[in-house]
């Protein structure tokens, strides 16, 4: 890395008060992602047309994340990223309030435009661990990153006992009251992100600085940490968003449901507090492929049968095996390009990881109605292998690539 990673350099008080106030932003805020998910698919049953839709609600929710990524990319680049963090958190208050509303007046599509607000919110949130970096020195960003996404630890219990917490508070109505508190926590989280402090942008980076995006992108490294990425959030997503409606089919209580979701999610986040320490002793490759053996581990217990257990196990396994597969992605990511790109890159990154993540929420639903839970955890097997063989390439072909200058 040049001397121009450190010109930005945050007071180490601020930096330690930055990754306190994101890792709190995203204890709150990842409740969000929370609740959608344990409640996407019941509500989506009870609301769609047709059967085949019930998990459209989720899908939309990827969406969201996807489309927004390129303008708050924009918004940061231009007037920083605190900006973006308030402008996406109006949208997760304003999802909450329209997700009760279409529960009210049992509107389906109305649903699924609160749900693409709170993937829009979601993508937000998931900046946060970028954000975590900005002002740090390079030898210590694995690890602000990685303590930033620990606070996701707070959300996975947070998120699903403000479920099974509230969503019989309004008998009539279930979940409705849940999305209330789900848009009153995002006001408590945009309360802690006015207080953090990032560089804002130079004024001659509001226009696109450093190499082109193709050369970055064409980097076997960025093209493998994209690959990793993407295959660990969609393999994620497409798990957890088929596993509480799988349960409720085969029996399962919404207690269950909420309760593997639970696990699943602490499972996601509580490894953070030491993977920045693993990356950094054994390389971001190395931690992404024991992520993606986790993921592979995770559909083999699934497939070992339909018991509450099994349910449960998968998910606890199949969030350690995102945290490692998605933050050795990150990690990757940080090396591909220098400082005047940073906002460009990661935005492409999160753009393709997201856009590849709604193939695999879109094709959840009906995979799961048409074949069952069987044939979901077999089709996660398919792009396993391909993420295999991008690690295996940029390993053969990285080892005499630079780091980014």
Request: glycine residues 10%; aromatic residues 10%.
């Amino acid at each position: 890395m040049s001397g121009a990673d450190y010109l930005d350099a945050l007071p180490e008080s601020v930096q330690r008060a930055n990754i306190w106030r994101l890792s709190l932003a995203q204890a709150l805020a990842g409740a969000n992602g929370v609740v959608v998910f344990a409640t996407g698919a019941i509500v989506g049953n009870q609301l769609a047309p047709a059967p085949a839709l019930a998990t459209l609600p989720i899908s939309i929710f990827v969406v969201g994340m996807a489309a927004c990524i390129f303008p708050l990319g924009a918004l940061a680049q231009r007037h920083g990223r605190r900006a973006a963090f308030l402008v996406g958190t109006a949208a997760g208050v304003l999802a909450g309030l329209l997700a009760m509303a279409a529960l009210l007046w049992a509107s389906f599509w109305l649903f699924c435009l609160s749900t693409f607000l709170a993937g829009s919110y979601a993508a937000v949130v998931l900046s946060f661990r970028f954000a975590a970096a900005d002002g740090v020195a390079p030898q210590r960003r694995a690890r602000a990153l990685s303590l930033v996404m620990a606070g996701g630890v707070a959300a996975g219990v947070v998120g699903p006992q403000l479920v099974t917490w509230t969503m019989a508070w309004w008998p009539l109505h279930v979940f409705a009251a849940t999305f209330v508190v789900q848009a009153a926590v995002a006001v408590a989280s945009a309360w802690v992100l006015l207080g953090v402090q990032l560089p804002m942008p130079a004024k001659t980076q509001a226009m696109p600085q450093g190499r082109p995006l193709a050369e970055i992108a064409l980097q076997p490294r960025f093209i493998a940490a994209v690959i990793c990425g993407a295959v660990s959030y969609m393999l994620m997503n497409f798990l957890m968003t088929a596993a509480p409606l799988a349960m409720h089919m085969c029996g399962h209580s919404q207690a269950s449901a909420n309760l593997g979701l639970q696990w699943h999610v602490i499972a996601m986040y509580a490894p953070s507090f030491f993977t920045g320490q693993l990356i950094s002793r054994f390389g971001a490759v190395r931690v992404a492929t024991c992520g993606l053996v986790l993921t592979g581990l995770s559909a083999v217990i699934g497939l070992s049968g339909m018991q509450e257990w099994h349910f449960h196990g998968s998910l606890l396994v199949l969030g350690l095996g995102w945290n490692f597969g998605f933050l050795g992605a990150s990690a990757l990511v940080l090396e591909c390009h220098r400082p005047e790109e940073k906002n460009r890159v990661q935005s492409l990154n999160d753009f393709i990881v997201f856009g590849l993540m709604a193939i695999g929420s879109f094709s959840s639903g009906g995979l799961l109605s048409a074949y069952g839970w069987a044939a979901v955890l077999w089709v996660s097997f398919i792009p396993l292998a391909v993420a295999a063989v991008a690690l295996v390439w940029t390993v053969r072909k990285g080892r005499s690539m630079a780091v980014a200058p």
